[in-house]
Every structure is written in structure tokens, then in C-alpha cells.
């Protein structure tokens, strides 16, 4: 009796303790594609209820009214469009804005984002310090690396220059503009290059220019390494990138760390996870043999470039540049 009587106890109390309500997470998407719902996926498998809950918005819905009817714990955006929502909604919940390219932040995100009071921000960008890691560990004689980009992502080319250097490689740039099309600065950068990089600049790669991007740089022999998947499989003999369910996880990861802590403004962060896509067509015909996606991770998890000066370090652990 005196168990029972205790049982009984113990369920009374626990019907007179309100539940904790859930911490609400509003997901603000730039659009409803695959990708966007694959990290969405993702990041509503690392906030399960009952103690988290996730509500979406697209980014033409966001406003300050939609918050408020839906209420928000945290906000978080998928995208650039929806990063750009948050112009217009209210400053004082805490914000994390994922998926958005290092060169958007650098050159409107970081003042629009700066106006809120708590803000976090994942790129969508691999890290430059690990792409010259991985690049040496996939390429070791590769020694003298091309890249072209556009006028509007010039800026980036000291911070590559000066990652590049750190293991040992030679960076050579040529700006696609008025004065320098597209094959003529393939050319430039290629007659002196072991390798083409190719960074995520839709105005120099895209599906219109991947024909003669491809073909310029099988006329050299020489591989591209790409930035996805999809460029893979276009021609690129490797890619190093994060899928949308990785980046979706560690979304998730940034929000509870975000909702647990005092301090709702983490510093920018890198994607922690990363995949290697390559294609074997292309080393084939290359004559190359690549090492295995395993074998390439643990040399990136073990290598020291070469007169490396410690930069700064992200809060990824990567190192690399943070503005």
C-alpha cells in the first residue's frame, strides 16, 4: 500500500507540473527546391519535440506580423533571399542565417545582418585553407594552381593568394571583365598552371559556360576541381563541398547551442562537415589515379602546410578568414 500510495503521489505531481512549453524555431526559406527541403529535413531531425518546434515561412511571407502570429524563439534563414528578410522582422529574436556564399556576406550581408542585436551566420562556402589542404592531398604534384574569377569577386584573390601559400602552392589569377573574356583568361591562367580551381562564381562558371570551361581545360590536360557534386559529374575530376543534410545538421546544432546559451550571437561559421565527389571518367582519361574520399580526409585531418603562419582560426576549428 505504501508503494501504491506513492505511485499515486508521484502522478499527481506530475499532472500539477506544467509541461515546458517547446522552444519555437521559425525557418524562413529563400524557396521550396529540393535542396532547401533536404536541409530542411535535416535541421527538423536535430529539433525534435517536444522541447523544440519548428515552424516555416517562405521569405515573401516574412514580416513582422507572420512572426508574431507564428511567435519565434529563433529565427533561422535558408538562403540569401530569406537572409535579406530579416531586414524587416524584429530585431530582438535572435537570428541565424545559413546557406549564404562568403562573397554575399562580405560584400551586403555583414552590414545588413550587423543592424540586429544577436545574429549567427553559416556560409555555404568551403573553407579556403581546406581546399588548398584537400587539393594538395588530391594533387600532390600539383604545385601551380589557376583561378579565374569575375570583377565581383576579385576581392577574394589575396585571401586565396595567401591561403595557397601557406602549403606550399602558387596561385595564378586572371579577372573575366570587358578587357579579358572568358577563354582568353583560361588561357592566361592555364599556360602556367597544373590544375584550375574553380570557385563558386556563377558569373564565370555556370551551365552556359561549363562546355568551354571543360574544353578549354581538357586542351591543356590539365583537371578542374570543382565546388559540387553536379560539377563532378559535368567534367570536374573532383569537388569538395557539404550536401544540404550536412549543412542541415549543423543548422540544427547552431540553433540548440544558440537557444541554450546566454550569449544568442555566435561567430561565423564554416560548414564542419564535407563531402568529396570525384570522377573517374575524367582521371582515366587524364591518366591520374586519386586517393579515396577516406584516405583524402585524414590527410586533411593531419596536415600541417608548409610556412604556416597560424591565421586566424574560425569557430569551425577550420583555418581561415573571418570578417
Known amino acids: 500500500m505504501r508503494i501504491i500510495r506513492l505511485l499515486l503521489w508521484i502522478a499527481v505531481l506530475a499532472w500539477a507540473v506544467p509541461a515546458q512549453a517547446a522552444q519555437v524555431v521559425l525557418v524562413v526559406l529563400s524557396d521550396n527546391t529540393a535542396p532547401y527541403q533536404e536541409v530542411l529535413q535535416a535541421l527538423d531531425g536535430g ?44 530585431a530582438a529574436i535572435p537570428a541565424l542565417a545559413a546557406l549564404v556564399p562568403r562573397d554575399w556576406y562580405v560584400a551586403r550581408g555583414r552590414a545588413l545582418l550587423l543592424k540586429r542585436r544577436d545574429v549567427s551566420v553559416l556560409f555555404l562556402d568551403q573553407p579556403l585553407r581546406r581546399q588548398m589542404r584537400l587539393l594538395r592531398a588530391a594533387l600532390p604534384e600539383a604545385k601551380e594552381i589557376g583561378v579565374v574569377v569575375s570583377q565581383q569577386r576579385a576581392w577574394l584573390l589575396p585571401r586565396l593568394e595567401d591561403a595557397a601559400k601557406s602549403y606550399g602552392l602558387r596561385v595564378h589569377t586572371a579577372v573575366v571583365g570587358p578587357d579579358l573574356g572568358l577563354v582568353a583568361a583560361l588561357d592566361k591562367v592555364l599556360a602556367d598552371s597544373d590544375v584550375l580551381l574553380a570557385l563558386p562564381d556563377p558569373d564565370v562558371f ?14 591543356y590536360r590539365e583537371p578542374v576541381v570543382g565546388y559540387s557534386a553536379s560539377m563532378t559529374r559535368a567534367g570536374a575530376l573532383i569537388s ?84
Do not use: C
Not at 508574431?68 to 540569401?80: F, K, S
Not at 551551365?207 to 568551354?212: H, M, P
Open 206 to 219: 555556370n551551365s552556359a559556360t561549363a562546355q568551354t570551361v571543360f574544353l578549354t581545360t581538357y586542351r
Open 47 to 90: 529539433l525534435l519535440p517536444p522541447r523544440y518546434e519548428v515552424r516555416v515561412v517562405s521569405a515573401g511571407q516574412a514580416d513582422a506580423d507572420t512572426v508574431q502570429a507564428r511567435g519565434a524563439d529563433l529565427i533561422v534563414t535558408l538562403g540569401v533571399q530569406a537572409a535579406e528578410s530579416l531586414d524587416r522582422l524584429p
Open 240 to 323: 569538395f563541398y557539404s550536401t544540404p543534410a550536412q549543412i542541415g545538421r549543423q543548422v540544427a546544432a547552431l540553433a540548440v547551442r544558440i537557444l541554450a546559451s546566454q550569449d544568442k550571437a555566435l561567430p561565423p561559421q564554416y560548414p564542419t562537415e564535407y563531402s568529396v565527389a570525384m570522377n573517374d571518367y575524367v582521371a582515366r582519361s587524364l591518366g591520374m589515379r586519386l586517393p579515396s574520399e577516406e584516405i583524402l580526409k585524414k590527410s586533411h585531418a593531419t596536415a600541417a602546410g608548409p610556412g604556416h603562419q597560424g591565421p586566424m582560426q574560425s569557430s569551425t576549428g577550420e583555418e581561415d578568414w573571418i570578417d
